[in-house]
């Protein structure tokens, strides 16, 4: 954590020494300006014509030296946006339509897939609960990183590649079975609001495998003008900004957060707290973990003569009412 503290400190500045100007108002960009995106030590000036770009990196390579600091040569480029760029896992460029898209990075996607084949390779002999346990948080939380870019391809072909990670663990756990007995095994409609037939579960609970092409595409809002989260004098703005994002959970799990205005059935506090967003997609797999490990849905009793509903409780919650024997035991996990 020192690290990027250390370079935010050493770094400030950096947006004034590129020559990046504002215009009357204090917050949109004056015509002509560079513009400069960072997130630690890595970051991308967007200029107007070559030229620019050369006086700019010029500029900041003279503002960097007294500082003990230089650029990474074999990292540093300007290149044009028709050529396009990778930065942070995303891939900026501007197609032949005169669109400006931003997409996953390819050598992120080489990641994910790298990552994803080793999960299964070291799933080998253990069952399918085992391979949903390990491989749901990965999917899920790169799908929630990428999930306000132009992605839906992507996700489609990460699915696919999935599917055959997951039926080649399949013939390789049942190996003297056909293969129509496998796909009936652990594929199939496991959930019924979509008609994918091609989806990997687990027969016996009824856990699946969500796709990642099944996530919502939610586009960034910007921030307004220069607010910081460390300004305590946003923090208004910032709760608010946090509380209209939708969190990348299952419909059905939505649906019981709006109804239960975010809170547990049995204790009334939150049921989801998030200082902030996770910034990479390591910290969405975890937030997808602990957010697993911390809410449950379970069956809560209503009014005689009316059935019982789900609701969502803190884990926790419903340890310490089992332990009394007054609830009934968990129906399914988010």
């Not at 009357?24 to 995106?37: M, Q, T």
């Not at 997409?103 to 994910?112: E, N």
């Not at 602990?290 to 609701?311: F, N, S, V, W």
């Not at 009394?324 to 129906?331: C, D, K, L, R, V």
């Amino acid at each position: 954590m020192i690290s990027p503290c250390l370079l935010n400190v050493a770094l400030h500045g950096l947006e004034e020494a590129a020559g990046v100007r504002y215009g009357p108002d204090g917050i949109r960009i004056a015509a002509g300006s560079p513009v400069l995106v960072r997130y630690c030590d890595d970051f991308v000036v967007c200029c107007h014509t070559r030229q620019q770009a050369e006086q700019v990196k010029a500029r900041l390579a003279g503002w960097l030296a007294p500082r003990g600091l230089a650029f990474n040569e074999e990292k540093t480029r300007v290149v044009s946006l028709e050529a396009g760029y990778d930065f942070l896992g995303f891939n900026i460029r501007r197609y032949r339509n005169g669109k400006l898209l931003i997409k996953p990075g390819k050598a992120a996607v080489r990641r994910v897939k790298h990552e994803l084949a080793e999960q299964m390779r070291r799933l080998r002999g253990q069952n399918a609960s085992a391979v949903l346990a390990a491989i749901c948080p990965i999917t899920r939380g790169w799908a929630s990183f990428y999930r306000s870019v132009v992605a839906k391809q992507t996700f489609t072909d990460v699915d696919d590649y999935l599917w055959k990670l997951t039926y080649k663990w399949a013939c390789r756990s049942h190996p003297r079975k056909p293969k129509h007995w496998i796909v009936r095994r652990y594929f199939g409609r496991f959930n019924p609001s979509r008609r994918n037939k091609r989806v990997f579960g687990d027969a016996a609970s009824g856990a699946y495998l969500p796709l990642l092409a099944w996530t919502p595409i939610i586009r960034h809002r910007k921030v307004t003008g220069r607010a910081s989260p460390d300004d305590p004098a946003l923090t208004a703005y910032w709760n608010q900004r946090r509380g209209t994002n939708q969190p990348p959970l299952d419909r059905s799990t939505l649906r019981l957060l709006r109804m239960q205005h975010g809170r547990c059935a049995i204790c009334a506090d939150l049921l989801l707290h998030a200082d902030r967003e996770p910034h990479t997609p390591g910290e969405w797999q975890r937030w997808h973990r602990t957010t697993r490990k911390a809410i449950t849905r379970q069956l809560i009793a209503r009014e005689p003569g009316l059935p019982d509903a789900p609701r969502l409780i803190h884990t926790y919650c419903q340890r310490r009412a089992t332990g009394t024997g007054s609830q009934e035991p968990a129906s399914s996990r988010t």
